[in-house]
């Protein structure tokens, strides 16, 4: 069975740092590129980040650059966003989801290039 799951949200205040992951199962994790998007009450989705499978393209969305990292552990089918300086806008529920086959081996920043989706997790920043 396919799956993503997100684990690693939580409360932080203003400043501090999280890191998520996103642990694969069901399928050849390093042949893909996985990515994460976030979604606040009220707001669309947004891409933050995309990792291509290889790890040769890697994407930022301009909100979150210079404050998110992203990378990948293929031996453990693990992506993860480190998140440092984080904002009060930062608050949103954060999904990783798996880039479709068919896009290739580069890392898109729009959802209707993602085929399956984790669960999500709250990340919330507030003091």
């Known amino acids: 069975q396919l799956q993503l799951v997100e684990s690693g949200g939580g409360l932080v205040q203003p400043g501090g740092s999280l890191r998520l992951s996103c642990v694969a199962s069901?399928?050849?994790?390093?042949?893909?590129?996985i990515g994460w998007f976030r979604q606040a009450p009220g707001k669309e989705r947004e891409g933050i980040s995309c990792?291509?499978?290889?790890?040769?393209?890697?994407y930022y969305a301009d909100s979150v650059r210079g404050r998110f990292t992203i990378s990948r552990d293929n031996a453990k089918n693990t992506v993860y966003l480190q998140m440092n300086t984080l904002k009060p806008e930062d608050t949103a529920v954060y999904y990783c989801?798996?880039?479709?086959?068919?896009?290739?081996?580069?890392?898109?920043?729009?959802?209707?290039?993602?085929?399956?989706w984790g669960q999500g997790t709250q990340v919330t920043v507030s003091s």
């Open positions: 990792i291509s499978r290889s790890a040769e393209t890697i």
């Open positions: 069901g399928f050849s994790f390093n042949y893909y590129g």
């Open positions: 989801a798996r880039v479709k086959a068919s896009y290739g081996t580069s890392c898109p920043s729009s959802g209707v290039w993602y085929d399956y």
